[in-house]
Every structure is written in structure tokens, then in C-alpha cells.
């Protein structure tokens, strides 16, 4: 039996776990950072899963001009550690600079995917069942609001069609292209 037949498993289930939370933790940021409603019930899930972590690590790292920073150490601390396990379990070989490099792009990739996939679903739910409130929909509301808003104020709807969600997936697919290449490149990251 070759090592692939134990590492993809274990390697599978490390960044399943880890994206996981981490992907908890961005939801956290992005919905501070948005101004959703803290009373919605999956903004209380995602603080009750999150409090117990980051509430010592903001003790040594406060926020500044309403930006979580604690969330950030955390998101990159947690992607440093997920990408230090697979490369161990891979290759056997660590440099440790590497993986608190690599986790920068990886990331942004992450903030903007989880823009990118609330645009969209935003966009099917409107099409499916237009005009419906649905709690988890109040909070995609809230976090793309700000990207969509200026959108909307660029390209108001024309005869009742709102183009201005494909004008934001466009740009955040541009930003992906024009961003995540340099930094994968500057990082040396061998994930893409």
C-alpha cells in the first residue's frame, strides 16, 4: 500500500475541519465588518461557536477603528497551522515561514468566495421565491449590502431587472485575477 492510501484521508479531513472554522471565523469578520444584525440567529451561532477563542486573544490584540483584528490573527494563525499539517503529512519537510505566507492569499481567496457565493445565492433566491424573508437571507442581505450598493447606485434596475449583482461578481472575479496571482507568486505558495 503507498503513504497516499492514509495521507489524502487524513489530509482530506485536517483541512475540512480547519476550513470549517476558519470559514466560522471569516463569517464573523465579514459580518462585524457588514453591520449585520447581531440578533439574527445564525449571527448568534457563529458568536457562540467563536467567542470562546477569540475572547482571550483579544485580551492581548484589541480591535482599532472597528476592524476585528483579533478574528484576522485568528483566521491566519488557524490557516497557518491547517497548511503546516498538510505539508508535514505530504512531504514530511517544513520550512516554517512558508505556510504563515501561504495563508495570506489563501485567505483573501476565502473572503472573496464567500462574497462571491452570497451574490449568487441572493441572485437564485430572488429568481426562485422573490420578496421572501428568510433569516440566513437577512444576513447575506447585510453582508453584501455594501458592495452592492454602490452597484445599484452604477446600474439602477432596468424594467424591473437588477443587473448590478453581475457588475459586483465581475469585479470580484476581476480582483480575484489581478490579485491572487501576484501574491501566490510573491508567497512562493505551491497551493493554487
Known amino acids: 500500500m503507498d503513504s497516499s492510501y492514509y495521507t489524502t484521508p487524513l489530509t482530506f479531513v485536517i483541512q475540512t475541519l480547519f476550513g470549517l472554522y476558519i470559514m466560522v471565523v471569516m463569517l464573523r469578520f465579514l459580518l462585524q465588518w457588514a453591520r449585520a444584525d447581531f440578533y439574527n440567529p445564525l449571527s448568534q451561532f457563529i458568536v457562540k461557536v467563536t467567542t470562546p477563542v477569540l475572547r482571550p486573544l483579544r485580551q492581548f490584540i484589541p480591535g482599532l477603528g472597528g476592524v ?66 428568510n433569516p ?35 469585479g470580484l472575479y476581476l480582483l480575484k485575477m489581478l490579485l491572487l496571482p501576484p501574491l501566490i507568486m510573491l508567497t512562493g505558495s505551491p497551493f493554487r
Request: charged letters at 10%.
Open 68 to 133: 476585528d483584528f483579533a478574528s484576522i490573527v485568528l483566521m491566519w494563525s488557524l490557516k497557518t497551522i491547517e497548511l503546516s499539517l498538510v505539508i508535514l503529512i505530504t512531504n514530511g519537510i517544513l520550512n516554517p515561514i512558508g505556510p504563515m505566507l501561504w495563508a495570506i492569499p489563501q485567505l483573501i481567496d476565502l473572503a472573496i468566495n464567500v462574497f462571491l457565493f452570497a451574490i449568487l445565492i441572493q441572485v437564485i433566491v430572488s429568481w426562485i421565491n422573490p420578496g421572501t424573508y
Open 136 to 170: 440566513i437571507l437577512g444576513l447575506i442581505n447585510s453582508l453584501t449590502d455594501p458592495l452592492m450598493r454602490p452597484a445599484r447606485r452604477l446600474i439602477p434596475p432596468i424594467s424591473g431587472l437588477d443587473l448590478s449583482p453581475m457588475l459586483v461578481m465581475m
